[in-house]
Each structure stands twice: as structure tokens, then as C-alpha cells.
């Protein structure tokens, strides 16, 4: 079991990286003291959850958020089960340190393409682990660590810049996710127009989604 952190990279007028977007991943893993074995945590609960954002994912993120950048920062996580309350006391009084103010969001339910980590970023991770064909645990873990170190800045970008395709789809189908992925051709327009940080939604379909939602 892993858990993630990224965050949309940040780059100069000269397109230079001043923010890779990945804050860390973390290994969820229980060590036999003595022994060369590693074991899988095979259980996640809350508590492991919780710890691992306390000790490991909010230290990462004031290690590296860029300092010009807003101190308003929003976790996204999913619904499972171990993931915890966005009100959470313990949560909220750790993630109010060195003024930042860091608050927990959930995405909607059943919505995999509005996860950056589900929608591509995974998947491109995967595709890099597989290339290194693991053994066992050990091999597994080295492959998955290299293959998140490798991934590219630039890749990550795309994957949140699909996210912002996908929300306008969502918007035109009135919040339904049985739409098609959409292509808008990100590596074309990295050489030539250059990639966009934001994608426009259609007023008309703003105005109609709005409509549906109030007469529903």
C-alpha cells in the first residue's frame, strides 16, 4: 500500500520547473525488527491514515511549497473507508503550522476522473513499475519509488490538466460521468501554441447546468 501526495507543478515565464508538484509518496509497510523480511500493511485503518498525513505528508508539503505560492492549500482525498473526516481536531491542528492553512476536501462520490492520482498519474507510474518486471515486496517497492522519481513534471501537469477537461465534461453532461474521456491533443500544443494552465467552459453550458441542478 502507498499513499501519494502532488500537487499541480508550477513552472517561469522560461518554462523552468520551480515546483515539480510531487511532495512525496509514502510506503505503508511494517518492518519484522531482526529479520531482512519486508511484510505488506495489509490493514489501513484511520489511525495509519492519519498518522501518515500528520507525520508525513504535511511536513512534506511546508518542506517544499514554493514560498511565493498561496499558504492555502486543499488535501483532496477520496471516500474510502480509512480516509478521515474532513473536520478532523487533530488534523486541523496540525495543518495550521508555519501559516499555512491546509484543509481536507473529499472529491464526489463514485468520480474516479476528478482524482489527479486515479485520472493518469497512477497509471503513468504503473507503466514505468511494470517496465522493471519485481520479483518480490522488496523489488516491488524500489521499482515504485524509482518509477515515481522518474515520472516527469511535465507529465503530471497533463494529468491536472485533464482533470479541467474532465470537470467541463462533467458540466455539459449535468454532472453525469458517462461522457468519453476527452483528447485535447496536450503534447501538440506543447510544441507548438504551448499548453494552456486553465481550459474555459462554455457560458451556455454553465448557464444550463445551473438550470438542471436548481430544478432537480
Keep these: 500500500m502507498f499513499l501519494a501526495a502532488v500537487a499541480r507543478?508550477?513552472?517561469?515565464?522560461d518554462n523552468n520547473?520551480?515546483?515539480d508538484g510531487k511532495s512525496e509518496y509514502f510506503l505503508c509497510k511494517n518492518?519484522?525488527?531482526g529479520t531482512l523480511e519486508?511484510?505488506?500493511?495489509?490493514?489501513?485503518?484511520?489511525?495509519?491514515?492519519?498518522s501518515y498525513l500528520l507525520e508525513q505528508v504535511l511536513p512534506q508539503i511546508r518542506r517544499k511549497w514554493p514560498l511565493l505560492s498561496s499558504p492555502i492549500i486543499y488535501i483532496q482525498q477520496d471516500n474510502a473507508k480509512p480516509h478521515i473526516k474532513i473536520d478532523d481536531e487533530e488534523f486541523i491542528n496540525s495543518s495550521k503550522q508555519d501559516g499555512f492553512d491546509i484543509r481536507l476536501v473529499c472529491q464526489p462520490p463514485n468520480s474516479p476522473d476528478l482524482n489527479v492520482l486515479d485520472l493518469g498519474f497512477f497509471r503513468s507510474i504503473q507503466s514505468l513499475q511494470h517496465q522493471k518486471a519485481p520479483k518480490n515486496i522488496d523489488e516491488l517497492i524500489d521499482a515504485v519509488c524509482k518509477s515515481f522519481d522518474e515520472l516527469s513534471a511535465s507529465c503530471l501537469n497533463n494529468v491536472f490538466l485533464s482533470l479541467q477537461a474532465c470537470m467541463v465534461e462533467v458540466i455539459k453532461s449535468f454532472g453525469n460521468n458517462a461522457y468519453k474521456l476527452p483528447?485535447?491533443?496536450?503534447?501538440?500544443?506543447?510544441?507548438?501554441?504551448g499548453l494552456r494552465t486553465t481550459l474555459k467552459c462554455d457560458i451556455v453550458d454553465v448557464q444550463q447546468a445551473t438550470q438542471f441542478l436548481q430544478a432537480t
Design 9 to 13: 507543478p508550477q513552472f517561469d515565464n
Design 17 to 19: 520547473i520551480l515546483f
Design 31 to 33: 518492518r519484522v525488527t
Design 38 to 50: 519486508t511484510k505488506a500493511c495489509t490493514s489501513v485503518t484511520k489511525d495509519v491514515y492519519r
Design 183 to 193: 483528447h485535447i491533443g496536450k503534447d501538440n500544443l506543447a510544441r507548438t501554441t
